[in-house]
């Protein structure tokens, strides 16, 4: 005695064929957004306190962007841009007995423009390289 089993498998097809595309999108828009915000990770750098001592280390040199993991599916990438030094945020947001010195916000603040401008010159060149 056999059963017939019938498996609709179009969905699952159609999202493997979608996996390699996904992929490269996502690479491409990480390249991008890193790209677009190099020119804050460097005036963060340079407004960033430094030590009275002159250690390295100890504030310009953590501040990088890189990329994070997504999450939502409606997201293709995500990056951070800031320091890895804990202490920073101390002179960022202030204690309780050093008052806050902003270096971070206003650069932020100011370049998000930049960046979305940039971003957006990026992608138009993809666009325009696909469509060649």
Do not use: Y
């Amino acid at each position: 005695m056999n059963a017939d089993i019938k498996v609709d498998m179009s969905a699952f097809v159609k999202a493997l064929e979608g996996i390699g595309d996904r992929i490269a999108q996502r690479q491409a828009a990480e390249q991008d957004l890193l790209a677009a915000a190099e020119p804050l990770v460097q005036q963060m750098q340079a407004a960033a306190p430094r030590d009275p001592g002159g250690r390295p280390g100890f504030a310009a040199e953590t501040i990088h962007a890189e990329a994070q993991e997504t999450r939502s599916a409606d997201e293709i990438a995500r990056i951070a841009i800031g320091p890895t030094g804990f202490h920073l945020r101390f002179s960022e947001f202030g204690t309780s007995k050093e008052p806050a010195r902003p270096w971070m916000r206003p650069v932020i603040d100011g370049g998000v423009g930049v960046l979305s401008a940039t971003l957006g010159e990026r992608i138009q060149a993809r666009i325009q390289a696909g469509a060649r």
